[in-house]
């Protein structure tokens, strides 16, 4: 676990990290038989000002269970920011996240969907983390 490993050491990084206000995703859906290929692509914003009007942070599901089915195989997060950097030749697209925790275990009766809230970790302080993608999965714009 990255979290147990003690600030003094981990390697210093002195190199550009650049930030966006959006990132791509693309994957495929065999049950939308109306496009092509049935690939879809998606956009995820996380920007402090959209629009003039304030800031647009989606929401994203994040498959964090294989062994379970339907919304039990996914967790629910914040987007916070995109960055990207290059260590050692390797590229890291990055998000940061704030992390939510599902209501129950089924769907609100009167939404019928899934109700969640904000995760704390035991001292009260919200559960954020940075999680990293391959560059095929995630891309910046």
């Not at 959209?50 to 039990?72: K, L, Q, Y």
């Not at 890291?92 to 969640?116: K, L």
């Amino acid at each position: 676990e990255l979290s147990a490993i003690p600030l003094t050491e981990l390697p210093c990084y002195d190199g550009q990290v650049r930030v966006f206000n959006s990132a791509s995703s693309q994957f495929y859906v065999p049950s939308d038989l109306s496009r092509v290929s049935s690939m879809q692509t998606e956009y995820i914003c996380s920007c402090l000002m959209w629009r003039n009007e304030g800031p647009c942070m989606d929401c994203v599901f994040i498959g964090t269970d294989p062994e379970a089915s339907g919304m039990h195989a996914y967790s629910i997060v914040h987007v916070i920011v995109f960055f990207f950097f290059n260590y050692k030749g390797v590229a890291y697209p990055c998000a940061a996240i704030h992390w939510f925790d599902i209501i129950g275990n089924e769907p609100d009766d009167d939404t019928g969907m899934w109700m969640v809230h904000p995760s704390h970790q035991a001292n009260n302080s919200p559960l954020f983390n940075v999680i990293t993608s391959t560059p095929s999965t995630m891309q910046l714009t």
